[in-house]
């Protein structure tokens, strides 16, 4: 089993910025990957970002977060983390986060065996 609890969400103003994070707990050894998935009310969840945990590998979904979002992680720490610059109105969801134990499509939810409670990022326009 892996825990995983995101933090870090909150209010913040169009155009401003906000670092999400994602700590691991548990049988860390057995993850493989690391991604950020949201869920706007409405809506299906979608990916966001992904990182392999024992390599520099990162995915971004194309066009919506590409070049303003970016997913790193610090392994010391068992901990992920989302940067989000130049955020927009059309970015507030909940945050979740996830993580894989095997390779395996990286931008399905399906893909994943565990996941976070989720952390609300809403961005005012």
């Known amino acids: 089993q892996v825990q995983l609890v995101e933090s870090g969400g909150g209010l913040v103003q169009a155009g401003g910025s906000l670092r999400i994070s994602c700590a691991a707990s548990?049988?860390?050894?057995?993850?493989?990957?690391m991604a950020w998935f949201r869920q706007a009310p409405g809506k299906e969840r979608e990916f966001v970002a992904s990182?392999?945990?024992?390599?520099?590998?990162?995915?971004y979904a194309s066009d919506s977060v590409k070049g303003r979002f970016t997913i790193s992680r610090d392994n010391a720490k068992n901990t992920v983390y989302l940067q989000m610059n130049s955020l927009k109105p059309e970015d507030t969801a909940v945050y979740y986060c996830?993580?894989?134990?095997?390779?395996?499509?990286?931008?399905?939810?399906?893909?994943?065996?565990?996941w976070g409670q989720g952390t609300q990022v809403t961005v005012s326009s």
């Open positions: 996830a993580t894989a134990i095997r390779p395996s499509s990286y931008t399905r939810p399906s893909s994943y065996a565990y």
């Open positions: 990182i392999r945990w024992s390599s520099d590998s990162t995915y």
């Open positions: 548990g049988r860390t050894f057995s993850m493989y990957r």
